[in-house]
């Protein structure tokens, strides 16, 4: 959800009384307001659930006859239809669903899912500036989304830190969701769309002009916003609009190295790329520019301070190279990355010993595991196997007992998973395991068959 931005107090628009409902939603606060709208804390009794509700403020709306509103209106006309169109379309962790939308002639509104937090505005201040380490992570989550949305033909046209909402997850920055899709392209829609939306500052060039966009001008757009959000200043600035856009076609941003201490010469490379002027000079797709910047957080293990932890990004690049979640989709991998255990294991640490009965199962990400079979060494497994599926698979306890010891023959990391853990999955992202855990045992099958058969008789 967005708040749109917040009207100066010498401008402010006079106060009118909180609504009890707006349609069957009950009112309990504002929580923002602009020149053309506002947004409510609502809740909806039918889902039992808070949503957000954006509601074109009463008197500007589409239903309003005034002709110094009549321009204003349209375009509101085209804005809300843009979101409307999407009711119940975009599912994806980092994506703000959009739940309902009523055409109202006199104040229509938008029904959204709620998300307790702040837009990143709150971090783009110089004394409010986010360690490097989160910027990325932000960055990752973003072009995952943005990634999926382009995959259903749809080009943003306005990412900027006002669209983007964080929330806490203790003393960091955790939930990332893009929002506000009021000024989308779609490249499927066969109805006329207005050119040339989106907010100046992190504008691409290609976007001024009114041309045809793909992904490319949404990554600009996106590389601007993470450049805000490290040096504290967006990379073109000026009082007047004609000078930002002179920038923005023929300037140059400072480099980030000159604002800011401690900023990796990967980063800084990344984000010059994404502000060429030439969209061809680009990463050429989300994958790429997300698997770039995973890149940056790999190279450079200083930027994670003493703990030295796995970041989420880092984590969700290793599990999509792994063929045991070839079929997993982002959202069911992101289900992954946040539900399962991870592990680092030492050398000769065993994951499981013979005659101990299974209560987990283990994938392995990274490094290498031995099975051994009375003391004897039959198979070595890296990174992409599964062992001790049958805590899951097995129908009754007696088959969950292990008949092997599977010790660590180089240090390795696995996601684990004991069947309480897995049954609160949804139920696609269980459908997949089950289906991956079929290729495993089709596979050990055919290996068992080649080896007998090729045994002497």
Known sequence: ?????????????????LPSRIGKYIVKSKIGEGATSEVFLAHDPFRKQDVAIKRVRLGTGLGSHSPADSRGAHFQQRFFDAEAALVGQLQHPNVVQILDAVADAE??????????????????????????????????????????CYRQGLVHRDVKPANLLV???????????????????NLGADHTQVYRVGSLAYMAPEQLDGDLLD???????????????????????????????????????????SLREGVPAGLQALIERCLAKE?????????????ALSAVSAQNPQLRGPLQEVLDSERFTLLRSLEFFSDFGDVELWEVVHRATWHRHTYGQALYRKGEEGNSFHIVTQGQVEVYRDSRAVA???????????????PNPALRVHSVDILVSQPATTVSFTPDRLERLSLSTRHLFDKAFIRVLVKRLHAAHEAAAKRPA
């Open 1 to 17: 959800m967005t708040l749109p931005q917040l009207v100066h107090p010498e401008t402010s628009l006079p106060r009118v009384a």
């Open 107 to 148: 104040a229509p509104y938008l029904v959204m899912e709620y998300v307790e937090g702040f837009t990143l505005r709150r971090f783009c201040r110089a004394d409010k500036l986010l360690p490097l380490t989160q910027v990325i992570e932000i960055g990752f989550k973003c072009a995952m989304a943005l990634g999926y």
């Open 167 to 185: 929330g806490w997850d203790g003393d960091r920055i955790g939930e990332v969701k893009v929002t506000d899709f009021g000024s989308v392209f």
């Open 215 to 257: 992904c490319r001008a949404d990554i600009y757009s996106m590389a601007a916003v993470l450049y805000h959000l490290i040096a504290g200043r967006p990379p073109f600035d000026a009082i007047q609009q004609p000078a930002i856009m002179n920038q923005i076609y023929h300037g140059t941003a400072p480099p980030l190295a």
């Open 279 to 291: 969209r061809e000079l680009r990463p050429a797709s989300w994958d790429e520019f997300a698997q």
């Open 380 to 394: 070595s497994l890296g990174a992409g196997s599964s062992v001790g599926e049958m805590a899951y698979l097995a």
